[in-house]
């Protein structure tokens, strides 16, 4: 079965480090990958997607993630935390077919961002 | 132009009590989904509509929960004899294919007391 796993439900860093967030997935064919992000109260934003092509994707808010087939992971970095990167951060996987993808999700990971 | 939208955007209702909550997709798009999302929860998936079909229900938690889509377009999830467990925020969310990305609105913060 299909499956994400996002190590770390909580992720602390200075203002101005790295950020990593970690997401590997399970999956049998070639998947889709997003990651999207939940500030307080509000609804999810798509950051970044991964379908084909290049494998590393950079997306919104100086975030990227690289896709790496072999390890079969999909981790989130940005080089420099921000005080208004804190937020919750979800990976998604869309797996199947045609009409009959679906997205698969992990947990989720809170990103807390200390000044 | 419009993203999706979602009324009512906060719902307190008592115990036993039925209710609908609308979403309103993005024009064109043909999937839209349901989820829940509980207090330091992450997502829980209820319901895929392809058009006004829905293939997959399987995330439905109860025979409570029901869910319809109209014209393709909006949809309306509706609990009846709500529960307190089913406090939550219930997000809406379209996409051009089940194999695009979704996007999301604002949700309904659900409240049974």
């Known amino acids: 079965a299909q499956s994400v796993t996002q190590l770390g439900s909580h992720v602390s860093v200075s203002e101005g480090a790295l950020v990593l967030l970690r997401c590997n997935y399970s999956?049998?064919?070639?998947?889709?990958l997003f990651w999207y992000v939940q500030y307080p109260n509000q609804g999810l934003q798509l950051l970044l997607k991964?379908?084909?092509?290049a494998t590393l994707v950079k997306g919104i808010n100086g975030f990227e993630a690289e896709f790496k087939k072999s390890e079969t992971s999909f981790h989130l970095t940005k080089p420099s935390a921000h005080m208004s990167d804190a937020a919750e951060y979800f990976c998604?996987?869309?797996?199947?077919?045609?009409?009959?993808?679906?997205?698969?999700w992990g947990l989720g990971t809170s990103l807390a961002v200390n000044p | 132009g419009a993203g999706v939208s979602q009324s009512p955007s906060n719902k307190v209702t008592e115990k036993g009590k039925d209710v609908e909550l609308r979403c309103d997709p993005i024009?064109?798009?043909?999937?839209l989904y349901w989820y829940r999302q509980s207090l330091g929860q992450g997502l829980e998936f209820l319901i895929y509509?392809?058009?006004?079909?829905?293939?997959?229900k399987s995330g439905l938690p109860s025979d409570r929960f029901s869910a319809e889509r109209t014209g393709g377009s909006v949809s309306t999830l509706t609990i009846q004899r709500t529960q307190q467990e089913d406090s939550a925020v219930y997000l809406c969310?379209?996409?051009?294919?089940?194999?695009?990305?979704?996007?999301f609105g604002p949700g309904t913060r659900l409240t049974v007391t």
């Open positions: 991964y379908t084909t092509g």
């Open positions: 998604a996987v869309s797996v199947g077919a045609g009409n009959n993808r679906k997205l698969i």
């Open positions: 969310a379209s996409s051009l294919a089940s194999y695009y990305e979704q996007y």
């Open positions: 999956s049998s064919v070639p998947p889709y």
């Open positions: 509509f392809q058009g006004n079909s829905a293939p997959d």
């Open positions: 024009s064109g798009h043909t999937a």
